[in-house]
């Protein structure tokens, strides 16, 4: 049913959003993870490889709600499905 039909409840959004402010904030504390992302930025630039892929805490302040709902009617759809059989 959640990914069927999700809920997106205001309360489960800004939970989410709060908890990947705080794990920009604490990567940002790592000499090691912003070592990492200075190099990346330097040599992708503006290539997709060149942005941290949790975002910047400006860029997640500035996503809501509605931006998320939007993304899934576009997204998450039938025609995206990749279906992986093992075993």
């Known amino acids: ?6 809920a ?4 489960a959004f800004n939970r989410q959003k709060n908890q990947l402010l705080m ?6 504390e790592s000499p090691d993870d912003v070592a990492n992302m200075t190099f990346f930025k330097q040599l992708y ?6 942005h ?12 809501n709600a509605w931006q998320v709902r ?3 009617k576009r997204y998450y ?7 992986v059989l093992v075993g």
Do not use: C, D, S, W
């Open 1 to 6: 049913l959640i990914i069927n039909k999700p």
């Open 8 to 11: 997106f409840r205001q309360e």
């Open 23 to 28: 794990t920009i904030a604490q990567m940002q």
């Open 45 to 50: 630039k503006n290539h997709p490889y060149g």
């Open 52 to 63: 941290p892929v949790n975002g910047t805490k400006e860029t997640v302040r500035m996503l």
């Open 70 to 72: 939007n993304f899934y």
């Open 77 to 83: 759809v039938g025609a995206n499905a990749v279906i």
